[in-house]
């Protein structure tokens, strides 16, 4: 495999790091211009457009509205009817009707679903109770009623000629005349001289008709009943009950309304009253009737209905071949066409084909750090020895190791890139030695290293980092897993001279298993990827998304987290410092997988 990639390396035939960032800030960005366009309002507005005029609904109301005809129209027919009142020849009307090819269409619609579907509705609505119900929630009418009574009674007492006199003759001035000297002409009228005015105009009054009218009123106290009967009419519950009972759509309220509404409708289309005034044959009758005497009414009812504007507006409509164009459901065809030609809609849908995107479905990114700000995130790294600072409190050199670890002292971060810095110093620090544990020790040298291991871990994924370094025979930069324990280790990389390893150490030491390849042909100068894929026991090494090596690991796989270091391990020529620059450190899992 080293081999394979070395030729295909040296050839220029596997990408180069800026190549790989470059299609991945691609990838980012053409992620982010689609979740913009996601969040649109006119993407919504689209989708919304899209979702309404693909329905069936919207086509079917469509292809009613297009195949829509003038002729054979209910306005057709009354138009029809009219002109036919108006010639006065109704029997001609008939019998031209079933010599028509009109007669044939009523075979037809005899074998037609609606109907079939008129059957069924009519034994439900016919049934005995459903009629019952309609009956009973049709009986509650206005007229009739109590409230109709009271209002009737109220309006005609309103209207009564012998009230209106009443309250006229009560406001008279003759009455007024008649009340002031009633009492006199009653105690004295035997001793007043016939030929007194007062006399004889009280008892002209006596004798009038209005007189009489006031008597008869008042004895039926219908001046008390109208004012009684006013309170009442105009009384807030007897409004509210009137309004209800004249409100002829109560029945639209229960569940037989929809059957009842859809048998009214077959029973008013044109198919169904053709097939039913053929079937029954009562239009026969019905057009001698009207001919004979109710033609007139008909024609006078005809007149108005077809000067009516709705209905005149109707008929252009009908008549209109290009009526579509100017309903609603054409205006959003119009909207949505050229939302759909719009430069975002058309990037939206280039976007959605691209295959690369898919990559967002499918994969989590659990780990993306890019150095973006000069200081360490204590959110994901630890400038330590993660098994020195959980152990002792604090980090410290292996026995092989010439440099004691400074921790931030030797890390940098610039220009968004993070830096291990190895340097020629002098430094107190600690060594571990086999035989006798810990111990102090002067260092001519110092560097450093980082772990996740307490903020971020992983068990199946990928995980990779752009970095470079000198691959210096004395200096050590890597890149490991490590999980519960020190051992065993995925190395994603670790340098030599000239020379990449990648593998797996199983234990520690001389005696240890290291099943590491070397990977030499590296330009060095240059930035490199490293990635290691981990999934269940398989595990691939690939350079700049060029597999490597792969392995089977046997071992008991757990979660794992993340160990870069810089180390010196034995003298060296290479000018100090050495810097282990890491550009960025990603890591991802796929969606399916467990966390």
């Known amino acids: 495999m080293s081999i394979s990639f070395r030729l295909r390396y040296f050839l220029g035939l596997i990408p180069n790091a800026q190549k790989i960032d470059l299609a991945w800030a691609e990838l980012y960005k053409m992620r982010d211009k689609l979740r913009l366009i996601e969040e649109s309002e006119e993407l919504a507005r689209y989708n919304e457009l899209r979702i309404l005029i693909h329905s069936a609904d919207f086509q079917s109301k469509k292809k009613d509205i297009n195949n829509l005809n003038f002729k054979g129209s209910d306005e057709y027919h009354l138009l029809n009817e009219l002109d036919t009142l108006e010639k006065l020849n109704p029997i001609k009307r008939y019998f031209k009707f079933i010599q028509s090819s009109e007669f044939e269409r009523f075979n037809l619609i005899s074998k037609s679903s609606d109907l079939q579907r008129y059957h069924e509705l009519e034994k439900i609505v016919h049934s005995p109770d459903f009629v019952h119900r309609q009956k009973e929630t049709n009986a509650l009418l206005y007229k009739g009623s109590p409230e109709y009574l009271l209002r009737k009674e109220y309006l005609s007492l309103e209207k009564s000629g012998r009230l209106k006199r009443y309250y006229a003759t009560i406001s008279s001035e003759e009455y007024q005349a008649f009340l002031k000297h009633d009492a006199v002409v009653k105690g004295e009228l035997s001793n007043l001289e016939e030929e007194d005015l007062k006399v004889k105009a009280y008892r002209r009054f006596l004798n009038s008709s209005a007189y009489k009218n006031l008597l008869v009123v008042e004895k039926q106290n219908l001046q008390s009943r109208i004012e009684e009967l006013k309170k009442e009419v105009n009384d807030p519950h ?13 029945y639209s309220t229960t569940p037989d309304y929809p059957l009842f509404i859809e048998f009214s409708k077959l029973s008013k289309s044109d198919e169904i009253l053709f097939y039913l005034k053929c079937f029954n044959s009562s239009h026969y009758a019905n057009f001698k009737e009207i001919s004979i005497s109710a033609a007139l009414g008909r024609l006078q009812e005809l007149r108005l209905i077809v000067n009516d504007p709705e209905f005149k507006q109707r008929v252009d409509f009908l008549r209109n071949k290009k009526r579509y164009e100017l309903t609603s459901e054409y205006k959003f065809e119009i909207e949505f066409k050229e939302l759909e030609n719009s430069a975002l809609i058309v990037s939206y849908h280039q976007l959605k084909k691209r295959s690369e995107l898919l990559f967002f479905d499918q994969w989590e990114i659990l780990l993306d750090e890019n150095f973006l700000v000069p200081d360490l995130s204590s959110t994901i790294w630890e400038p330590e020895n993660f098994w020195g600072s959980k152990i002792a409190g604090f980090s410290f050199s292996q026995a092989s190791e010439l440099q004691a670890y400074k921790g931030l002292a030797n890390i940098e971060i610039k220009n968004q890139v993070l830096s291990i810095v190895t340097k020629a110093e002098k430094s107190a620090g600690k060594v571990w030695d086999p035989s006798f544990g810990l111990l102090p020790k002067e260092f001519e040298y110092t560097s450093a290293m980082l772990n996740s291991g307490s903020k971020f871990k992983f068990r199946d994924g990928i995980v990779e980092a752009k970095v470079k370094f000198q691959a210096d025979g004395a200096i050590t930069s890597a890149f490991s897993l490590t ?37 030499k042909g590296l330009n060095f100068s240059d930035y490199h990827i490293f990635r290691l894929e981990v999934f269940g026991n398989s595990l691939v090494w690939k350079i700049n998304n ?48 467990e966390s």
Not at 497 to 506: A, K, M, P, T, Y
Not at 548 to 566: A, D, P, T, W
Request: charged share 25%; aromatic share 12%; with cysteine.
């Open 238 to 250: 007897f409004l509210e009950q009137e309004d209800f009972l004249r409100n002829k759509n109560r």
């Open 483 to 519: 999980g519960s324990h020190p051992f065993p280790q995925f190395d994603i990389f670790r340098s030599g001279s000239n020379r990449v390893g990648l593998g797996i150490i199983e234990q520690p030491g001389n005696g240890g298993v290291n099943k590491l390849v070397q990977i």
């Open 546 to 593: 060029f597999e490597v090596h792969r392995e089977q690991y046997s071992g008991k796989r757990e979660e794992m987290f993340l160990n870069f270091i810089g180390s010196i391990h034995k003298p060296h020529n290479t000018p100090l410092p050495h810097h282990f620059e890491i550009d960025w450190v990603r890591c991802y899992r796929k969606k399916s997988a």
